[in-house]
C-alpha cells in the first residue's frame, strides 16, 4: 500500500462526510 493507515483513515473520513447525503454506506 502507497497510502499510511493514517491517510487511508483520513480518506475514509472524508469519503464519509463529503457522501453523507448519498445514502453510501
Request: glycine content about 16%; hydrophobic content about 35%; charged content about 25%.
Amino acid at each position: 500500500m502507497a497510502i499510511s493507515l493514517t491517510e487511508a483513515a483520513a480518506q475514509h473520513v472524508q469519503r464519509s462526510l463529503e457522501g453523507r447525503g448519498k445514502g453510501e454506506g
